[in-house]
């Protein structure tokens, strides 16, 4: 949440509230980041996109919740297929993509149809991995042989790799929103360490990312290797996550921010 409100604030940043009056959060699941925007840009209209019905009614919930319900509305919206029914043609200010573009196996196709979405000089907010994928451990985590923590980040990269359409985790994202028509306004990188020991919520989130791993990335480990992962990801072993003080996140996302010629 604080990567995501420290994007948010970027993006007022760059555009000014004021002239902010229409937002499209392409692929926004449970609507997080799009009750988010609704909350900082109090005179857009919202429009929360998804595939999933079910996620979007999550996404009303929590907009109902916040009290940003009266400036929120939800589409079924697909990058891949048409998003015909999520907004005019070149009538939206921004189009927010958190976490979603690298999932495309057409992204230039899809590109041009969020550009087809904005109005020129509208803003594409995309926020993406940064260097630290999901479910890295930090340097030094004393747990398995040694050379386990630098094991398990390769074993992580290639089940993502793996997952992920050829090339997605090393995109040059200003390239290509440039090659796309944008002209890009600011990228860096959002990071946020959270020192050992974690609290409860923190902990049941590492243990999310670590039980995600332990089901794709044992491909990539050794037998010995695997135990310790899945181990790590079981809260009825002693050596998982949940139990250890001595556990660290370090969390990263890359922002682009970028108008539309």
């Known amino acids: 949440m604080p990567l995501l409100r420290e994007a948010v604030a970027a ?64 589409a079924i919206g697909d990058l891949e297929a048409s998003l015909a029914e999520v907004a005019a043609d070149a009538s939206v200010d921004v189009v927010w993509a958190s976490m ?18 904005l109005r020129p000089g509208g803003v594409l907010a995309v926020v993406e991995f940064g260097r630290h994928l999901h479910g890295q451990l930090p340097a030094g985590f004393d747990v398995g ?15 993502f790799e793996e997952h992920l359409p050829a090339g997605a985790l090393s995109l040059d994202w200003p390239a290509t929103l440039t090659a796309a028509g944008f002209d890009v306004l600011e990228h860096r990188e959002l990071t946020r360490h959270l020192p050992a020991p974690l609290d409860a919520a923190t902990r049941q989130c590492a243990l999310q990312e670590f039980q995600t791993s332990a089901h794709r990335a044992p491909a990539h480990l050794d037998p010995a290797d695997r135990e310790v ?22 969390i990263s996302r890359t922002l682009v921010l970028a108008r539309r010629r």
């Not at 979603?100 to 979405?117: D, I, N, Q, W």
């Not at 042989?145 to 290639?158: D, K, L, P, S, W």
């Not at 992962?229 to 370090?250: E, F, Q």
């Open 11 to 74: 993006l007022a940043s760059v555009t000014g509230s004021a002239e902010v009056r229409r937002i499209v959060d392409v692929g926004s699941g449970p609507g997080v980041a799009s009750v988010l925007l609704a909350e900082r840009f109090r005179s857009a209209l919202v429009t929360a996109a998804d595939t999933s019905p079910e996620l979007l009614e999550r996404a009303e919930d929590r907009a109902a919740r916040f009290g940003v319900d009266d400036r929120f509305t939800t």
């Open 145 to 159: 042989r040694e050379g386990f923590v630098e094991r398990h980040a390769t074993a992580v990269r290639a089940a």
């Open 100 to 117: 979603v573009l690298h999932h495309l196996t057409e992204l230039p196709s899809a590109l041009l149809k969020v550009r087809g979405l």
């Open 229 to 250: 992962l899945a181990a790590l990801a079981d809260p009825g072993d002693p050596r998982c996550v949940v139990d250890r003080d001595d556990l660290s996140l370090h």
